[in-house]
């Protein structure tokens, strides 16, 4: 038996985590031929099956099981060690790695960024903005902003806004199409979210009031959706903040009739302890409320108070 290379233990761990090949390359950014060749080779090289081919897909075996709970391990002892590198580090420079979705991201992300990167010119970053949440204990990201509440012991958070969402037209389609109330919403064209994001509560509020043939449009970004409303095809749900970006946007529901939702900004419990993430955490703590309330000029603000002894 030759030793086997223990990078391949990734690849058992994504195909274990991801169900499937597929989904195993693209958390992993490779093609599925991939990742089947190198978990081949560490079968090869202990000369022993980690997974059984079935029609329902890759089963551990026994000895699979116990190669995973080790993989696990090992991964959870490395990701350790790089923290407490990274948390020596008291310089604000270096790179911080940002997780949250399309439409946080460019109306309240961004404009907080553009403000600290003027103060802390030598910090880089990194957004990542996806639906799919990031797995910030395996370092997929350094700072997440969520609208859930995680409960791992590792991960700290704290509520930084509260996000208003309201129905929105344009002033060109109701200048065409009046808008009197919600039993007038099956005599709209609506725009809605995708089935993908069909669980969220602001793709809720407008599925459970109007009939499903009366949506024109469904996207599975806010950003189509605002632009989309701005266009003049429809009536959305969307978030007060983006929609106070576009002057063409008109509330017709505001959000003490459709709803709210709050906004958590998570970290690692050990990345307290680093000073640029403590910095970036300061900022965002301290502008997130009002661009949240749909003020988007965060020039001239500076951070009020510090975030991280806050955290729980």
Same mark, same amino acid.
């Given at each position: 038996?030759?030793?086997?290379?223990?990078?391949?233990?990734?690849?058992?761990?994504?195909?274990?985590?991801?169900?499937?090949?597929?989904?195993?390359?693209?958390?992993?950014?490779?093609?599925?031929?991939?990742?089947?060749?190198?978990?081949?080779?560490?079968?090869?090289?202990?000369?022993?099956?980690?997974?059984?081919?079935?029609?329902?897909?890759?089963?551990?075996?026994?000895?699979?099981?116990?190669?995973?709970?080790?993989?696990?391990?090992?991964?959870?002892?490395?990701?350790?060690?790089?923290?407490?590198?990274?948390?020596?580090?008291?310089?604000?420079?270096?790179?911080?790695?940002?997780?949250?979705?399309?439409?946080?991201?460019?109306?309240?992300?961004?404009?907080?960024?553009?403000?600290?990167?003027?103060?802390?010119?030598?910090?880089?970053?990194?957004?990542?903005?996806?639906?799919?949440?990031?797995?910030?204990?395996?370092?997929?990201?350094?700072?997440?902003?969520?609208?859930?509440?995680?409960?791992?012991?590792?991960?700290? =958070? @704290? *509520?930084? $806004?509260?996000?208003?969402?309201?129905?929105?037209?344009? &002033?060109?389609? !109701?200048? #065409?199409?009046?808008?009197?109330?919600?039993?007038?919403?099956?005599?709209?064209?609506?725009?809605?979210?995708?089935?993908?994001?069909?669980?969220?509560?602001?793709?809720?509020?407008?599925?459970?009031?109007?009939?499903?043939?009366?949506?024109?449009?469904?996207?599975?970004?806010?950003?189509?959706?605002?632009?989309?409303?701005?266009?003049?095809?429809?009536?959305?749900?969307?978030?007060?903040?983006?929609?106070?970006?576009?002057?063409?946007?008109?509330?017709?529901?505001?959000?003490?009739?459709?709803?709210?939702?709050?906004?958590?900004?998570?970290?690692?419990?050990? =990345? @307290? *302890?680093? $000073?640029?993430?403590?910095?970036?955490?300061?900022?965002? &703590?301290?502008? !997130?409320? #009002?661009?949240?309330?749909?003020?988007?000029?965060?020039?001239?603000?500076?951070?009020?108070?510090?975030?991280?002894?806050?955290?729980?």
């Amino acid at each position: 038996m030759r030793p086997p290379d223990w990078n391949d233990l990734r690849f058992v761990l994504a195909l274990v985590r991801g169900g499937s090949l597929e989904r195993a390359a693209e958390a992993l950014d490779v093609d599925a031929s991939t990742v089947s060749r190198r978990v081949h080779a560490l079968e090869r090289a202990l000369d022993a099956r980690v997974f059984d081919r079935t029609t329902g897909g890759h089963q551990l075996t026994e000895m699979g099981r116990g190669l995973a709970a080790t993989a696990e391990r090992v991964e959870a002892e490395i990701a350790g060690m790089v923290r407490r590198v990274w948390q020596a580090d008291r310089r604000l420079v270096g790179t911080i790695r940002i997780a949250t979705s399309d439409a946080v991201g460019r109306y309240l992300l961004v404009p907080t960024l553009a403000q600290f990167q003027r103060v802390h010119s030598q910090v880089r970053i990194q957004v990542v903005a996806d639906v799919r949440p990031v797995d910030l204990i395996r370092r997929e990201a350094d700072v997440a902003l969520r609208f859930a509440r995680p409960r791992q012991a590792l991960l700290v =958070s @704290r *509520r930084v $806004a509260s996000i208003g969402h309201g129905l929105y037209g344009s &002033a060109e389609y !109701l200048g #065409r199409r009046p808008f009197h109330d919600v039993a007038d919403l099956s005599n709209h064209a609506l725009l809605g979210y995708d089935k993908g994001l069909g669980t969220l509560p602001e793709a809720r509020w407008l599925d459970e009031r109007a009939p499903a043939g009366s949506f024109a449009l469904r996207a599975n970004r806010v950003t189509l959706l605002v632009e989309a409303v701005a266009q003049g095809m429809g009536l959305a749900v969307l978030p007060c903040y983006a929609a106070a970006y576009d002057g063409r946007l008109v509330e017709l529901i505001g959000p003490a009739d459709v709803l709210e939702r709050d906004l958590w900004l998570v970290l690692h419990r050990d =990345s @307290r *302890r680093n $000073a640029r993430t403590r910095a970036l955490a300061d900022m965002l &703590a301290a502008q !997130l409320p #009002r661009l949240a309330r749909g003020s988007p000029d965060p020039r001239g603000t500076a951070p009020a108070g510090r975030f991280s002894p806050s955290l729980r």
